[in-house]
Each structure stands twice: as structure tokens, then as C-alpha cells.
T-cell receptor
Framework: DQQVKQNSPSLSVQEGRISILNCDYT??????FLWYKKYPAEGPTFLIS?????DKNEDGRFTVFLNKSAKHLSLHIVPSQPGDSAVYFC????????????FGKGTRLSVIA | DAGITQSPRHKVTETGTPVTLRCHQT?????MYWYRQDPGHGLRLIHY???????DKGEVSDGYSVSRSKTEDFLLTLESATSSQTSVYFC?????????????FGPGTRLTVL
């Protein structure tokens, strides 16, 4: 049973426009969420996180929104740049300090110049 | 940069042979993790460690064992490699970020089992 779902395997966006990547989760015990970006032949790199006490967190061009009642989060990238082309993973955990993360399957973002 | 290295970076081996992958960290982090990444599956946890000699199983631990005799090293062993263990393996450590704990990943080891 998949606890973290990224239902869009791929997404194409024009450079300069907004990219919206979505993630749903089923485990109501999850209360801490992270987004990672992964380029080919590299390890995932941390982008941004959000805890369940917030509904929004921003860091530069990246904003994560959390809707706890819908068990849904999204990552917005504005404006999108060609260098943002990568696979994006959503991850979730229970806030117990260092609980292992549960990852979604990833969404491949292509930003077209 | 979380000071994580993995070795080897690439390995080709034959079915039935033992394989050990090494994860080394330089910053004295207590928590370390091993994940595998496969197409269509994302990253899945194999084993993790919460201290020297303290380890626990993850989602896909069958066929794998781990050891942590020193804080800086976390070893993943495939006792008898199978073709289903062909994958990219990532090690991670946990550190405190601005908003909470964050896992930082190593560069990965690509393992091919023929």
C-alpha cells in the first residue's frame, strides 16, 4: 500500500511559467513533509520542508503548500527555469526526530526553453 | 555538502556473490540510512542505524544486512547477490535543518548483478 503518492509521472512546463507538483499521502500520522530534487547520476538534494503546524513554507522560487484535511501537498516553482528539469520526490515522516522517510515515486519535470 | 561518500560508485557482480557497499560520513551524525532507487518505485528504505551497533529494518530489507561498528561507517551487505538487487543504492544521514530534521544523501552506488 503506497503511503505517499505522486500521481503524475511527468510534467512539462514552459520556462518562466509556474510548475506545480502534487503529492498525496494516506497515513494520518505523517506530520512532516519534504521535497527533494534529483538529477541523473546524483543523489537526491533537499529542497524544502513543511511541518503540519504550517500550511505554507517559502524559500525563494519554491513554495510548499500543505492541506492536512485533504492529505495533500504541492510544490510550486515560480518562475520555472531549465535548470529545474529533474525528478522531484515528495517524502513524509512522523515528527519523532529522525524517523525514516517514506518517498513517493517521483515526478519528472521538464522545463522547456 | 553533508560529507557523505559512498564506495564503490559502480560495481558489476555475478549472481550468488557477496557484495559490500560502504557509506562514510565525516560529521559524526548519529542516524544513517540505506535506500535503493528503482524505476517506478522511487526510493525505498532498506535498513537504518540510530547509533553504533544499533540498526533496524526498513521496507525492503530481505536479502540485505548492515553493520555499524564506527559512527562514521555504515556498511550494506548483500550476502548472495541476485539480479533483483540490481539498483542504485543511496546512503543518507539525518541532520537538523531550519524547519526540522533533513536527510542528506550521498552520490549513490550503481550495482549491476548479472
Amino acid at each position: 500500500d503506497q503511503q505517499v503518492k505522486q500521481n503524475s509521472p511527468s510534467l512539462s512546463v514552459q520556462e518562466g511559467r509556474i510548475s506545480i507538483l502534487n503529492c498525496d499521502y494516506t497515513n494520518s500520522m505523517f506530520d512532516y513533509f519534504l521535497w527533494y530534487k534529483k538529477y541523473p547520476a546524483e543523489g537526491p538534494t533537499f529542497l524544502i520542508s513543511i511541518s503540519s503546524i504550517k500550511d505554507k513554507n517559502e524559500d525563494g522560487r519554491f513554495t510548499v503548500f500543505l492541506n492536512k484535511s485533504a492529505k495533500h501537498l504541492s510544490l510550486h516553482i515560480v518562475p520555472s527555469q531549465p535548470g529545474d528539469s529533474a525528478v522531484y520526490f515528495c517524502a513524509a515522516s512522523e515528527w519523532t526526530g529522525n524517523t525514516p522517510l517514506v518517498f513517493g515515486k517521483g515526478t519528472r519535470l521538464s522545463v522547456i526553453a | 555538502d553533508a560529507g557523505i561518500t559512498q564506495s564503490p560508485r559502480h560495481k558489476v557482480t555475478e549472481t550468488g556473490t557477496p557484495v559490500t557497499l560502504r557509506c562514510h560520513q565525516t560529521e559524526n551524525h548519529r542516524y544513517m540510512y540505506w535506500y535503493r532507487q528503482d524505476p517506478g518505485h522511487g526510493l525505498r528504505l532498506i535498513h537504518y542505524s540510530y547509533g553504533v551497533k544499533d540498526t533496524d529494518k526498513g521496507e525492503v530489507s530481505d536479502g540485505y544486512s548492515v553493520s555499524r561498528s564506527k559512527t562514521e561507517d555504515f556498511l550494506l551487505t548483500l550476502e548472495s547477490a541476485t539480479s533483483s538487487q540490481t539498483s542504485v543504492y543511496f546512503c543518507a544521514i539525518s541532520d537538523q535543518g531550519a524547519g526540522g530534521p533533513v536527510q542528506y544523501f550521498g552520490p549513490g552506488t550503481r550495482l549491476t548483478v548479472l
